[in-house]
């Protein structure tokens, strides 16, 4: 095998290569990446064809062309392979789906001698996953390698050809059967992830509508800025999602903007996928590339080399991707393009891999194992600039930061479950315990009324009384807590004047313990709530148990009801000590006065059912007196006259 590599620029085809050279070669594979126009390409095409008729030439449209150690744009790279043991089929393919385009390029390429697969596809409407599926369906044993056409980043019209027919959809394909041919497919990534992880939420296949909550190009906007957002997919291909598939890190470029604000992608997501957005690791990339992908003794035979490398790859690092492509060309020929996607095959795995952000690479070779011991090539130092240098250890900072992150973000997950795991205990104990403590108290309380009932009241009984409705109070308020969240409470209509007589009786006993008294007062004999009696309940009884507590002996508390306008007004007033924070007395386990008993949940809980029902909360204070003013909107249309 040989290959030998033509840049064309503006010279003509003629002067550049001598075609009767190669018209004694029978087995012909030509590779044409073009990053000049399609009519440019379609002369190339014929002029190739006239002069040497029984090749076979597949091309692709590029974001630029690699020539050996060079890296270029604008130019179109003719690579001619001649072979002594291999033979090919080609075919062109344009069915109604890309999964489609793949089986049939298996099902009619693909034989038993079959080494390698070279495809290149269209860059706009392929979805290079689904086409890689499609080959993996009928055959998962061969590899494949190639990609997406590109079009210099214009994201308008890519093309692809075969022989010297040129297309603008669909795929084409050269299939290399051999008894001996040496395939050894690698691929380097080294985009990172950054930065926190965010979920698909809604896509269909390469298509992605939201991310995290964010309209697509909403999310790029917020993490990349406007400029990006305006200029996808030119700018901002750099910035990858990264997605974990099988223990592998995958990059999904966009290659399409919508005016709906949805993202197309050049390979699938998934919903509930966890994506980070990528950047490109000047570090690792910085690198011998051969050090990565091949061991020494797997390239010593290598007479070819065919790199299909991302676009963001040149485009991120311009000035330095040169240094990426030169190892290779100091140990055999080697060419190639800028893809919008790269096809790879993971030989481990038998699996086609669709990715981006990648170099990949195809080393060829028709000789037999030999005993050449090839040195892989060093990366001469001072070819690498200081700006290059500023790169590296920029990205060196925002990777150690990424990890120090992570490791952060670890230690406070494990710490939020274990918080998780204990707040789930204590919820847990406190189910169980306010479930056995009902039956006890329930108990109490009846013999406490068959002791009234066979001999009276007498002071102990009394006592004992005042405490078992303070506790039923405490766990009435423990009891809704927990189980708040999974009964359907149902509203109903509730004469609140009736329903404030029967909760102030229940503590009138407590009060006068505390030597207080009630005072009743309501405007009409009835007056209906459209509310849920529980929380009604919850709203009432720990106002009244707060008024007992806080309230100046021997005074009254005063409970009003009346209708103002199209609201019914509850006020509950007392002499007491002034409130000094109206915003914290209704915090969680916040108590102005320590010596008093209690968790301080009371009013927090009344302020939560109020946010819940629209009921509006007012608190007057001053240093003699405190009102709680509770206004209700769901009043029914029995209070209106008739």
Request: aromatic residues 10%.
């Amino acid at each position: 095998m040989q290959t030998f590599n033509f840049i064309i620029k503006n010279n003509r085809l003629d002067d550049i290569i001598d075609f009767n050279k190669f018209k004694s070669h029978k087995n012909l594979l030509i590779q044409v990446f073009c990053g000049q126009s399609k009519d440019s390409l379609q002369k190339i095409l014929d002029e190739i064809k006239k002069n040497l008729p029984s090749s076979f030439i597949i091309a692709s449209s590029t974001d630029g062309e690699i020539y050996e150690a060079s890296v270029n744009t604008l130019s179109t790279i003719i690579s001619i392979s001649s072979f002594e043991n291999t033979t090919f089929k080609a075919l062109y393919v344009n069915e109604n789906s890309s999964f489609k385009n793949g089986i049939k390029i298996a099902k009619t390429l693909i034989e038993e001698d079959s080494k390698l697969l070279i495809c290149f596809t269209d860059g706009e409407k392929t979805n290079g996953e689904e086409f890689l599926k499609g080959i993996e369906e009928t055959n998962n044993k061969i590899p494949v390698c190639g990609g997406m056409a590109a079009d210099n980043a214009s994201f308008t019209q890519t093309f692809i050809a075969l022989d010297n027919n040129i297309y603008t959809k669909g795929a084409v394909a050269i299939v290399l059967n051999s008894k001996i041919l040496d395939v050894k497919t690698a691929f380097n990534f080294n985009w990172s992830a950054i930065g926190i992880s965010h979920k698909i939420d809604e896509v269909k296949g390469n298509r992605v509508y939201k991310i995290s909550g964010l309209k697509s190009l909403d999310f790029y906007e917020k993490y990349l800025g406007e400029y990006v957002a305006k200029s996808l997919p030119a700018t901002g291909i750099e910035f990858p999602l990264i997605v974990k598939r099988n223990g592998l890190s995958l990059a999904r470029a966009v290659i399409k903007k919508h005016k709906d604000g949805s993202l197309s992608f050049a390979g699938n997501l998934h919903k509930n996928d966890r994506v980070k957005l990528g950047f490109g690791n000047i570090e690792l990339i910085m690198n011998n590339p051969l050090k990565s992908l091949f061991k020494s003794s797997n390239i010593n035979n290598t007479q070819s080399f065919f790199i299909y490398s991302c676009m963001a790859r040149r485009r991120y690092m311009p000035n330095i991707i040169d240094l990426e492509i030169e190892p290779f060309s100091k140990i055999a020929p080697t060419s190639g393009f800028f893809t919008y996607g790269e096809f790879y095959y993971d030989k481990n795995k038998q699996s086609n891999q669709f990715l981006n952000q990648t170099l990949t690479v195809v080393a060829l070779s028709e000789k037999e194992e030999a005993f050449i011991n090839k040195e892989l090539p060093n990366k001469e130092e001072n070819q690498i600039s200081e700006h290059a240098r500023s790169l590296q250890a920029l990205t060196h900072l925002i990777q150690q930061s990424a990890n120090d992150y992570n490791k952060q973000s670890k230690e406070l997950e494990e710490k939020t479950l274990y918080s998780q795991q204990l707040l789930n205990l204590q919820k847990q104990f406190l189910k169980h315990s306010v479930h056995e403590t009902n039956t006890p108290l329930s108990v109490i309380m009846g013999n406490i009324d068959m002791y009234k009932m066979e001999f009276g009241k007498n002071r102990y009984i009394s006592n004992i009384e005042i405490a078992m409705k303070t506790l039923f109070n405490i766990y009435d308020d423990l009891s809704y807590l927990i189980r708040k969240d999974h009964i359907n409470r149902v509203k109903h209509n509730i004469n609140i004047v009736d329903f404030l007589r029967s909760r102030i009786d229940f503590f009138s006993l407590i009060a006068k313990k505390a030597k207080l008294d009630f005072n009743f007062e309501t405007s009409k004999k009835q007056i209906f709530i459209y509310f849920d009696e529980t929380k009604l309940q919850r709203i009432v009884d720990n106002n009244l148990t707060n008024a007992i507590k806080y309230t100046f002996a021997n005074n009254i508390i005063d409970v009003s009801i009346k209708i103002k306008e199209a609201d019914v007004i509850l006020k509950i007033s007392s002499p007491s000590k002034q409130i000094l924070d109206k915003k914290k007395i209704f915090e969680e386990y916040y108590q102005e006065q320590t010596s008093q008993n209690g968790f301080g949940l009371g009013l927090n809980l009344v302020k939560r059912i109020c946010e819940e029902e629209s009921v509006k909360i007012e608190l007057e204070s001053n240093e003699n007196l405190a009102s709680f003013i509770y206004t209700f909107k769901d009043i029914t249309n029995e209070n209106t006259p008739t």
